[in-house]
């Protein structure tokens, strides 16, 4: 899987957790969860780059996402509305690409 690919679902994924009421806003430990999971998907990403990813694509996901389409992506709520997570996945592949 290519790295892009990969940062883009960890990022997308990490907003699984309960979002509570984070109208709009990325819950409190979106950042050190993102950076968890992308490296333990990818052992080759450093702590760095991991967090960097995870910065720009939690920017992304609270700009480009609404209210409704952020809650949509967490599955103790309603499950994963699949056209959301592919959107959010494309807009932060778009937005954040990785460093070379």
């Known amino acids: 899987m290519r790295l892009q690919s990969l940062l883009a679902l960890t990022a997308a ?23 968890a999971q992308a490296q333990k998907q990818n052992p080759k990403l450093t ?12 920017k992304v996901l609270e700009q480009k996402l609404s209210d409704k389409e952020i809650k949509d992506l967490d599955t103790l709520q309603d499950g994963i509305d699949a056209a959301v997570m592919e959107r959010a996945q494309k807009e932060i592949a778009a937005a954040c690409p990785p460093k070379k």
């Open 13 to 35: 994924s990490a907003l699984l957790l309960p979002l509570g009421a984070h109208a709009d806003k990325l819950p409190p430990d979106y950042q050190s969860t993102c950076v």
């Open 47 to 58: 702590m760095a780059m991991a967090d960097e990813h995870c910065g720009c694509a939690g």
